[in-house]
């Protein structure tokens, strides 16, 4: 059986966001078909790493440097941006608020954050919009301006943005977060079921309690470094958060889920 190609390989990066030097000599593998959540405090660099992932935010070009997505050293952000379906917080906070819920789904056919008339759109791409805001619950919904929804409702229809290309990738950013308990597991229950349909899952978080149990590798990035990784099991205990996170938690886990709480100094 052949392997798929790495979804990133990163060798000896410098990446800035505008002063601030967030990796330095960084290297990270992202193997294709493996499910991996990358966990860290605020400020790790788990955005960023995103951004280097989607092509937002490119590397120094410096000798020592090489980044490989999906197997390709060039790459047009168009076609990686296919296979990469992206859910973040940004996304759903700088969205024209003021686009009705099915253009937000059909606007992810162009990758773009710009509202487009339906008209712009073929016959098929509408239907497959509608396909996906059915498997999302959220059909009903489709003709609602974006910003007078729910955040729950938003982030699925985000969800469907990210989906309606039906890339093998997807690609979620804190993806629960501001969802009260309700909507935050019915969108955990949609993400596994993309999962349990063969799509790959890269999360990044600082809330445990949003990684699947079908998630195994988890990357602890901290200061723009790479501090562990590793499997699920080893790696989500009280000493290893408690040292990411520099202070005392202690972890509780249940049917292969994870909460931290406040440990005892
Ligand atoms: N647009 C930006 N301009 C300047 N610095 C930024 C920008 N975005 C992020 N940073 C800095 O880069 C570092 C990593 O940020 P980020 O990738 O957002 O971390 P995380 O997602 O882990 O919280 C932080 O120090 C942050 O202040
Ligand atoms: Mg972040």
Same mark, same amino acid.
């Given at each position: 059986m052949t392997l798929p190609p790495p979804i990133l390989d990163i060798q000896h990066a410098t990446v800035y966001r505008g002063d601030s030097?967030?990796?330095?000599d960084f290297s990270f593998v992202l193997q294709g078909g493996e499910h991996a959540a990358i966990v860290g405090p605020n400020g790790a660099g788990k955005s960023t790493l995103l951004k280097v992932l989607t092509g937002e935010v490119h590397p120094l070009a410096l000798d020592e440097t090489r980044m490989r997505l999906f197997g390709k050293e060039c790459w047009n952000v168009w076609d990686v941006r296919k296979k990469l379906g992206i859910v973040s917080y940004d996304l759903q906070r700088d969205?024209? +608020?003021?686009?009705e819920g099915r253009t937000v789904v059909l606007s992810g056919f162009y990758a773009s954050n710009d509202t487009y008339d339906h008209?712009?759109?073929t016959r098929d791409q509408v239907g497959r919009a509608d396909e996906v805001m059915r498997e999302l619950g959220i059909e009903s919904f489709a003709t609602r301006v974006f910003g007078h929804l729910s955040t729950g409702e938003q982030r699925r229809f985000l969800l469907g943005r990210a989906l309606v290309y039906d890339p093998p990738v997807l690609v979620l950013d804190?993806?629960?977060?501001?969802?009260d308990l309700k909507s935050c597991f019915q969108y955990l229950d949609l993400v596994r079921a993309q999962i349990h349909k063969g799509k790959t899952v890269v999360l990044v978080t600082h809330?445990?309690?949003?990684?699947?149990?079908? +998630?195994?590798r988890v990357i602890f990035l901290k200061g723009g470094k790479v501090v562990a990784d590793s499997r699920k099991s080893a790696l989500l205990c009280n000493d290893h958060i408690s040292t990411l996170f520099d202070r005392p938690i202690m972890l509780a886990q249940a049917n292969g889920w994870y909460q931290a709480l406040p440990g005892l100094s």
């Amino acid at each position: 059986m052949t392997l798929p190609p790495p979804i990133l390989d990163i060798q000896h990066a410098t990446v800035y966001r505008g002063d601030s030097l967030v990796f330095s000599d960084f290297s990270f593998v992202l193997q294709g078909g493996e499910h991996a959540a990358i966990v860290g405090p605020n400020g790790a660099g788990k955005s960023t790493l995103l951004k280097v992932l989607t092509g937002e935010v490119h590397p120094l070009a410096l000798d020592e440097t090489r980044m490989r997505l999906f197997g390709k050293e060039c790459w047009n952000v168009w076609d990686v941006r296919k296979k990469l379906g992206i859910v973040s917080y940004d996304l759903q906070r700088d969205y024209l +608020i003021c686009a009705e819920g099915r253009t937000v789904v059909l606007s992810g056919f162009y990758a773009s954050n710009d509202t487009y008339d339906h008209q712009a759109f073929t016959r098929d791409q509408v239907g497959r919009a509608d396909e996906v805001m059915r498997e999302l619950g959220i059909e009903s919904f489709a003709t609602r301006v974006f910003g007078h929804l729910s955040t729950g409702e938003q982030r699925r229809f985000l969800l469907g943005r990210a989906l309606v290309y039906d890339p093998p990738v997807l690609v979620l950013d804190e993806p629960t977060s501001g969802l009260d308990l309700k909507s935050c597991f019915q969108y955990l229950d949609l993400v596994r079921a993309q999962i349990h349909k063969g799509k790959t899952v890269v999360l990044v978080t600082h809330h445990l309690h949003e990684i699947p149990p079908e +998630i195994d590798r988890v990357i602890f990035l901290k200061g723009g470094k790479v501090v562990a990784d590793s499997r699920k099991s080893a790696l989500l205990c009280n000493d290893h958060i408690s040292t990411l996170f520099d202070r005392p938690i202690m972890l509780a886990q249940a049917n292969g889920w994870y909460q931290a709480l406040p440990g005892l100094s």
